[in-house]
């Protein structure tokens, strides 16, 4: 007669022998998922952001390409081994694509005259145009993403994403590097603008309130007749609050020429680079948006940021005594040529 409590008992005894292999087996190591977790979102993100894509953007362009491009329209000449050296490209990869875009001629090279071996790289007028098309099809892309998202959770998003790019960046964190974020103009901004010009240039020069008013225009006459693929405002934000302003606008008596108006920086935040890099985000934007010369208009008594002009390569063109604001001054215009 056959044993029928034989069965059950193996059965038994297996069930416990995989409950102990699974007990003992090693669990994943912190290390480990915090690897996992790392390449799913890189895998999400590629994806989100059409890294994938054939054509980046819904173009031609292949996404090292443009990359190449905008690295050529946001650096003063730069040069093929500076790009291999910063992106981390292979020399050879980099050339080729190169070579491709001065084809297409958007790309071309100007040969350095203190070294006849290098040359440096700048961007055409088809190249100009073709890379203020991608600015536009990657802020388009990127306002669709925002777009489901309430003001709130598009902070949490940006913040998110500053705090990404703090923790991995080579540099090690320092009290003079600060984080803040650089951000386009939303509602209440133009308001904080003219407030806080008029009470810091009262406060520090005497001015009185015809500059505040002047100011006033200024961001009224932005608004009134915005062309957003020309013209942009850039606020500078630390711990939520607004701590710098800066605008790029069309010349509307010179054709091709922009005008950067209303550089500030709160006296809170100053010493951590934010006057400087609102300067260079205008110089890249109206470079990119085709314009063939940037200029300004500032006063002698202002010496900081008269000498973030000139590091970055403004020239003064001309001066005009007046008085305005309740005191004696010297008007100053200064330009930078963007090509």
């Not at 081994?81 to 090279?109: F, H, K, P, Q």
């Not at 006033?216 to 606020?235: K, N, S, T, Y």
Request: charged share 25%; aromatic share 8%; net charge positive.
């Amino acid at each position: 007669m056959q044993d029928t409590g034989y069965w059950p008992s193996l059965l038994l005894d297996a069930g416990k022998n995989i409950v102990d292999f699974i007990n003992y087996m090693p669990a994943p190591s912190i290390a480990s998922r915090r690897i996992n977790g790392v390449r799913r979102f890189n895998r999400f993100y590629t994806r989100i952001i059409g890294a994938l894509d054939e054509g980046h953007l819904a173009t031609d362009y292949a996404l090292a390409e443009v990359r190449l491009l905008f690295e050529i329209a946001h650096r003063p000449a730069p040069t093929a081994t500076e790009l291999v050296n910063d992106l981390g490209l292979d020399a050879g990869y980099v050339s080729r694509l190169i070579r491709g875009m001065t084809r297409r001629r958007l790309v071309r090279r100007r040969p350095s005259k203190s070294d006849g071996r290098q040359s440096y790289l700048e961007l055409t007028p088809t190249g100009q145009r073709a890379v203020a098309d991608l600015e536009a099809r990657a802020s388009a892309d990127v306002a669709r993403l925002l777009a489901p998202l309430d003001h709130k959770s598009q902070q949490s998003l940006v913040d998110a994403m500053e705090r990404i790019q703090s923790l991995l960046s080579p540099a090690a964190p320092t009290e003079s590097a600060a984080p803040y974020l650089l951000r386009t103009h939303q509602p209440g901004d133009m308001g904080w603008v003219v407030q806080v010009h008029g009470a810091l240039y009262w406060r520090e020069y005497g001015w009185d309130e015809r500059f505040e008013a002047l100011v006033a225009r200024i961001v009224a006459d932005f608004i009134e007749q915005l062309e957003p693929r020309r013209e942009r405002c850039w606020i500078a934000e630390r711990d939520g609050a607004n701590v710098g302003s800066v605008f790029v606008v069309r010349h509307r008596e010179r054709e091709g020429v922009a005008k950067l108006r209303l550089l500030l920086v709160d006296p809170n935040a100053r010493g951590l680079g934010i006057g400087r890099r609102l300067v260079d985000e205008c110089i890249r934007f109206a470079r990119a948006a085709g314009y063939h010369t940037l200029t300004l208009w500032t006063n002698d008594v202002l010496v900081a940021a008269r000498k973030i002009y000139q590091a970055a390569g403004f020239s003064l063109v001309g001066e005009e005594p007046h008085t305005s604001f309740g005191h004696d001054l010297v008007s100053q215009t200064w330009e930078l040529p963007l090509r």
